[in-house]
């Protein structure tokens, strides 16, 4: 499994999107000319169509790119994530959503 840098130049920050049609689309920019940029992206799923506030994981992906000065930009390979980044994550979820309930489980 890729890791994250240890220190990452920006914030962690969560984004929640619902809609009945998942749709993932991010357009990190950076002025930098030696960075490198993880994301963690999760696809989830309600129990009951969304009457109520609940969220379990389906899918998780890692992917990112870097910067060189003099050089092409380099896409990172994107990686599966699994049951154990999701725990990570689900603090920052929780904090950031309150009204929530992200599920630790994942469906079998």
Excluded: K
Excluded at 3 to 26: I, Y
């Amino acid at each position: 499994m890729g890791r994250r840098p240890a220190a990452a130049p920006w914030p962690r920050r969560a984004v929640h999107v619902v809609g009945e049609c998942p749709t993932l689309f991010d357009a990190p920019a950076s002025t930098e000319s030696d960075t490198t940029f993880f994301a963690d992206s999760w696809l989830t799923a309600s129990p009951d169509a969304l009457i109520s506030r609940e969220s379990f994981p389906v899918l998780g992906l890692r992917w990112g790119y870097s910067t060189r000065a003099g050089q092409p930009h380099g896409l990172h390979e994107p990686v599966l994530l699994d049951e154990s980044h999701w725990a990570e994550e689900l603090h920052l979820l929780r904090e950031t959503f309150p009204d929530w309930q992200f599920s630790q489980e994942w469906p079998t």
